[in-house]
């Protein structure tokens, strides 16, 4: 691959990753909101061996999954299969981005978080004091947490520019 070629596909995605988050932020669309999450994804494109090394991280969020579906499915009356796969889909990106690195892997964590608690109003259970500044905190702490380390990680594999020769 020539590197201008490079550059050009980590613009492409660049702009992918921006119009997911577009996508996410302040939409109460589920449909919407799942294809931005699922854009930004996209952006996250982890390396295998390293999700592999860290499956014992991707089974603790496929269990948390199933305890918070467990402990909402009573709540949600007709969001049940909606939010069983919302929650599946925010699962997966939660587990691809601990695969990327620390940065996106803490930025999973926390959009697991807000939107956990999320769910727990749809559900119509307790939630904690001040719920709807621990959900947005949480949020924008995540978004900025995955767009940057995915732009961090996109910038340290892209080519360097080099010097051009002198002219004497």
Known sequence: ????????????????????????LGNRDLGRFSRGIRR?????????????RRWPITALYVATWAALIVLLWPGLGALRIPVAL??????????TSAGFGLRTGLGGLLFFVSDGLI????????????????????YIAAQYLLASGVLRAQRAASP???AAPAVV
């Open 119 to 138: 769910s727990l109003r749809l559900a119509d259970l307790p939630q904690p004091p001040l719920a709807d500044l621990w959900i947005m905190s949480t």
């Open 40 to 52: 930004s994804v996209s952006c996250i494109e982890a390396d295998p061996t390293a999700l592999r």
């Open 1 to 24: 691959m020539h590197p201008e070629d490079s550059t050009l596909g980590m613009e492409e995605t660049g702009r992918n990753c921006v119009q997911g988050v577009r996508d996410c």
């Open 160 to 162: 360097t520019p080099q």
């Open 86 to 95: 919302y929650a599946l889909l925010l699962t997966g990106t939660a587990a």
